[in-house]
């Protein structure tokens, strides 16, 4: 597929889920850019008449994917893309409607090819929460190609500036550059898009506006549940994690990032650690004093804690399970409503 310059990619990835979608569809519809600026796939792997109809009428282009096919949605999105800048939205989430305005603007700086704004949390219902509050950057930044050193690696990790992909967008070719690894990736594109980015020859563009909703209610990643499915849910999704890292770590492999992939790789087999049933793969001597000793920004207290929460799993492992979810459920249970009605105005 052609790539067309100073255009926009808009993919959202709809994946055994059609309750949301059409809201992310409305928000990608209601940019202030002009429609002839941007172009809006959706791809999907299931069939549902009101979707489809939406998609026709709104001139977007709809990819569905045979489940069975083992083929990955978001990248064949990105082959069928006619944009140089790809940004995705997760059809649970939603933009601002300035989003695309602001994504234009900062990547008119040829030097930059990874962007990543700040995110609003919001309930099932698109309201507002405070639950789930993660630490943002207070006023954007530039990580320089040439100036990214372990400190500035640090602080980017710090604010999230790795965390969810619908507050990402980048250059195509970025992606291209290793693709190889895209196509092994299990699970998480944003970790692997930020990754990919420090590895690149462009700038890094950390901002501090929220231009993105991220949604929180009852989905396999979110854990929202019962004792019973939150414990599935994050057995699943930790096994998935770990193996993202593995990926990432090999890619990354030589470079001013290791240290930190392979310290995110060892909190995540901690964490998985807890949820286990089959013990294997347990962390090791190294991921325990990599907690202690490599321990990310801000996350020092979190990894000792962590460390003893994995070490009684051994011993203890409903209690301590059964712990880790009733903390859970008190930050973020409550944004449970009946039914997502809709939702947020962007201002």
């Known amino acids: 597929m052609e790539t067309l310059p100073d255009f926009i990619s808009i993919i959202i990835v709809a994946q055994g889920r059609k309750e949301f979608v059409k809201f992310a569809i409305d928000t990608a519809l209601n ?27 709104n001139g977007i282009m709809g990819i569905t994917v045979d489940p069975a096919s083992g083929e990955k949605l978001s990248r064949v999105a990105v082959k069928r893309s006619r944009g140089n800048i790809v940004c995705f939205l997760d059809d649970d989430d939603l933009y601002d409607k300035n989003r695309l305005e602001k994504i ?36 954007p930044f530039i990580a320089g190609a040439d100036g990214r050193n372990e400190r500035v690696i640090a602080e980017m990790l710090r604010v999230g500036a790795s965390f969810n992909i619908s507050s990402i967008a980048v250059r195509k070719e970025l992606m291209y550059e290793f693709m190889d690894y895209y196509e092994r990736l299990p699970l998480s594109l944003d970790l692997f ?29 979110n854990s929202i549940g019962t004792y019973e499915e939150f414990k599935a849910k994050r057995e699943w999704f930790l096994k998935l994690l770990v193996d993202d890292y593995l990926l990432i770590t090999d890619m990354v492999k030589g470079s001013v990032a290791e240290k930190y992939a392979l310290a995110e790789l060892s909190e995540a087999k901690l964490r998985l650690d807890i949820f286990r049933q089959d013990r294997e793969r347990k962390p090791s001597i190294s991921d325990y004093a990599r907690m202690l000793g490599m321990a990310l920004p801000g996350k020092w207290s979190y990894h000792v804690e962590l460390i003893i929460l994995s070490l009684s799993s051994r011993i203890l492992a409903e209690r301590t399970r059964r712990m880790v979810y009733n903390r859970y459920m008190e930050e973020v249970g409550n944004v449970i409503s009946e039914k997502p009605d809709l939702m947020v105005e962007s201002a």
């Open 193 to 221: 898009l930020f990754y990919s980015a420090l590895m690149s020859k462009y700038d890094m563009y950390i901002d501090s506006e929220k231009l993105s909703y991220y949604r929180l209610h009852k989905s396999v990643s």
């Open 104 to 139: 234009r603007a900062i990547f008119s700086n040829q030097k930059i090819g990874y962007y990543h704004n700040s995110v609003i949390t919001v309930d099932e219902a698109g309201n507002p929460t405070n639950s789930l509050n993660r630490i943002q950057p207070v006023q």
């Open 31 to 57: 940019q202030t850019m002009d429609r002839s600026m941007y172009e809006i796939i959706v791809v999907k792997d299931f069939s549902d008449p009101a979707t489809d109809r939406m998609i026709d009428e």
